[in-house]
């Protein structure tokens, strides 16, 4: 600063910064703040501040972000420092001074971009860099458009590292655990490295738009998958040699520093639930309150339509004549909590954000933020898709059976129902939450008419008012007709290995008796919808008297369907029955396959540094045996990174047991050191033990358990 007043150093204080702004996890070495919360610096002066008496006046601060500053578009801000400071936008209060040194207290506003800047201090006609910081939205500040109220709800949408994301059927939900690890070491800088290529590839370099979370979202998201520059690569139905199966991804941390390792190429392979896993951990890490959501029965594709047909053999053989809207056994998305000030304040809260691609009449392939109480509602004509979520959710999937004349005939009364549950992890627990009530009102109940009157009124066509009439009831001419009904008596699941006892019951209601001919059949099927084979059939024929009830019972033997499972493990349960009236009837019913149950032996006390071991106990349920198994480990704060260990060859029925040693690592993610309350968070250990997993390097995996 030439003969003038000259700071020497700035001291950022990181550590009291990062710990207030709720950042420690995230760098001890870096300064990482929250908008719309002041943190503090110290600046140190080469000589005493007040022989420079008349300079003070002059003094500022200026902070500047984005690669192309401007005051006008307050991407460049310059303030002075006083004694009072504004809470509402960039300012500066003297703290603390003495001769040689003053505590200044920086505040940022709660509408600021988020992004990296560089922190000045101006004095007479000279400037100094005192730093760098990195400012995230703030869900503990009253004023961010993310904040939220609730501190459980911080805890858990914001800084909790791991997670559960389901699966399975909607009559069996399976868990597997999830290391969302948002706060590692690199991960900030790959989520500022992700939305940079993002803007660039929708060449949109206003950083003053990072201001706003909705901005970010749909960024985030068009990231994922949709864009060219895409996080990851979407494997569909193939097979994954040149890359990762979705299914052995543990965790997001692998993934994103995979791809910056790549040079933003996309990682190859991901399904709906890694594109959301690995969102979440994205907008986690910037400050956006985020949960991932599991839907059972989804209509995919529909374009905003209401009806989704499946076609069937009357061997009960799915069929995909072409890529339009299909029925998938689940699928997961995101939620984001946020104010929407675009909108009326009754859509803040909760935004559905799903960065799988589909099809769409309009607008980029990924849906979202949509304010989840307007799909509630029906306001389909709420922005960001509303639509799409509101017919994925509620739409009805019609059963067209293919007979041998080549004309597809409906079957009587199989109707499926979509969006019949909706799924988290709870707040605080491991525990399955069902937030079905939030984004539909309860079947058959009057509101839920109301809304699908409303939302079939909305849409004023002659498709939409015969969607409504087919939704809302069945017409009394079928009903007349339909004298026969099959209902499955199966299992919702099985561990592997098991015979699938198939039980179905068929009733008569007619006044007479009916010569019947019913063919039974098991499929396997990838989770969306795209049948993988049929693995087992047969046919049985017989009378079933008036108003009798025939049970059915056959087993369908492990060595039918074990071969061809999919990498999902679900089976679709298929009955067709034509009576000699030439009617059909139709049931479906789809099961998972489970792993058999994975056991751990664990102290009932670790401690800090010290060497512990852990017991792992696995049955091999099958017969033949398994070669070139490896078992995963992982575990935040216990074990460095992920462990894999290899097993040579497992025989059938025989149970494998495997000690492990680790040491509680002296540093969690690279930062500073455990200290006494992050120790007591070890003991009993069984609750840190995360990600535990095993699989067989030739298949599928054989384990993945939900978080201890």
């Not at 996890?25 to 990482?32: A, D, F, W, Y």
């Not at 809260?349 to 392939?365: F, N, V, Y």
């Not at 017409?475 to 290995?497: A, R």
Request: hydrophobic fraction near 35%.
């Amino acid at each position: 600063m030439g003969q003038g007043l000259s700071a020497k150093k700035c001291d950022l204080k990181i550590i009291m910064n990062n710990n207030n702004h709720h950042t420690e996890e995230i760098s001890t070495e870096r300064l990482i703040v929250r908008r719309g919360q002041p943190f503090v610096i110290t600046v140190n002066f080469s000589s005493p501040v007040h022989n420079y008496l008349k300079q003070l006046k002059r003094i500022f601060l200026s902070v500047q972000t984005g690669p192309q500053r401007s005051k006008a578009d307050g991407t460049q801000v310059k303030f002075p420092i006083s004694s009072l400071g504004d809470q509402k936008q960039w300012s500066a209060r003297l703290e603390e001074q003495d001769p040689y040194f003053w505590t200044i207290s920086v505040n940022t506003p709660a509408n600021a971009p988020i992004g990296q800047y560089d922190l000045f201090l101006h004095a007479s006609k000279a400037c100094r860099l005192l730093g760098k910081f990195i400012l995230l939205f703030n869900p503990w500040c009253r004023d961010d458009e993310v904040f939220l109220p609730n501190e459980a709800q911080r805890q858990e949408y914001i800084l909790n590292q791991d997670g559960v994301i389901y699966s399975g059927t909607e009559n069996e939900i399976l868990a597997q655990p999830w290391d969302f690890r948002q706060f590692d070491v690199g991960i900030v800088d790959i989520c500022f490295k992700l939305l940079d290529i993002g803007e660039r590839y929708q060449r949109d370099q206003d950083h003053t738009q990072r201001k706003n979370p909705i901005y970010i979202c749909r960024t985030v998201a068009a990231m994922m998958n949709c864009n060219l520059a895409r996080i990851l690569s979407e494997s569909g139905t193939r097979e994954c040699y040149d890359g990762t199966p979705p299914s052995k991804w543990l965790g997001s941390n692998a993934i994103l520093q995979q791809w910056a390792a790549l040079q933003c190429r996309p990682v190859r392979y991901g399904q709906c639930w890694v594109f959301a896993a690995v969102m979440c951990s994205v907008l986690r890490c910037l400050g956006i309150p985020t949960r991932v959501v599991t839907g059972f029965t989804w209509a995919h594709n529909t374009n905003s339509n209401p009806n989704v047909n499946e076609y069937y053999e009357e061997d009960g053989t799915l069929l995909t004549p072409d890529k339009s809207a299909r029925v998938w056994t689940f699928h997961v998305w995101n939620e984001c909590w946020m104010a929407r000030t675009d909108l009326l304040p009754e859509y803040s809260g909760w935004q559905a954000l799903d960065a799988t691609c589909q099809k769409k009449s309009k607008g980029p392939s990924f849906c979202g933020p949509a304010p989840v109480q307007a799909i509630k509602e029906g306001d389909v004509e709420v922005d960001y898709d509303v639509c799409y979520f509101f017919a994925a959710m509620n739409a009805k999937c019609k059963v067209w059976i293919h007979m041998a004349d080549d004309i597809f005939k409906p079957a009587s009364i199989c109707t499926k129902y979509m969006g019949n549950n909706i799924s988290t992890k709870s707040v605080g627990s491991e525990r399955c939450e069902d937030i079905t009530h939030n984004y539909k009102y309860p079947e058959g109940s009057l509101q839920e008419k109301k809304v699908l009157d409303k939302v079939y009124r909305k849409t004023q066509t002659l498709q939409a008012i015969s969607s409504r009439r087919e939704i809302t009831s069945i017409p009394t001419t079928l009903e007349e007709k339909v004298k026969l009904f099959i209902d499955f008596q199966s299992k919702s699941s099985l561990i592997l290995g098991q015979d699938i006892p198939l039980s179905i019951e068929v009733f008569n209601y007619s006044d007479r008796e009916k010569a019947t001919d019913l063919v039974l059949g098991v499929q396997s099927l990838h989770y969306n919808g795209v049948p993988i084979m049929q693995l087992w059939k047969e046919k049985l024929n017989f009378i079933i008297k008036s108003n009798e009830v025939r049970t059915l019972q056959v087993f369908v033997p492990y060595s039918q369907y074990g071969k061809e499972l999919g990498k999902n493990r679900l089976l679709r349960l298929t009955a067709t029955l034509r009576d000699e009236d030439s009617y059909i009837y139709f049931a479906q019913e789809e099961i998972s396959i489970c792993d058999p149950p994975l056991t751990i032996e664990f102290p009932d006390n670790v401690l800090l540094y010290q060497p512990a071991t852990v017991k792992i106990s696995l049955l091999n349920p099958l017969t033949e045996p398994l070669e070139k198994c490896v078992i995963v480990v992982g575990g935040q704060g216990l074990i460095y990174r992920q462990r894999k260990y290899r097993i040579i060859e497992w025989p059938g029925f025989k149970r494998t047991t495997m000690i492990i040693e680790f040491q509680p690592p002296c540093y969690v993610q690279g930062h500073q050191p455990l200290d006494q309350a992050a120790q007591s968070h070890i003991q009993p250990g069984l609750e840190c033990l995360q990600g535990w997993g095993i699989h067989n390097l030739l298949g599928q995996p054989v384990q993945c358990i939900t978080t201890l």
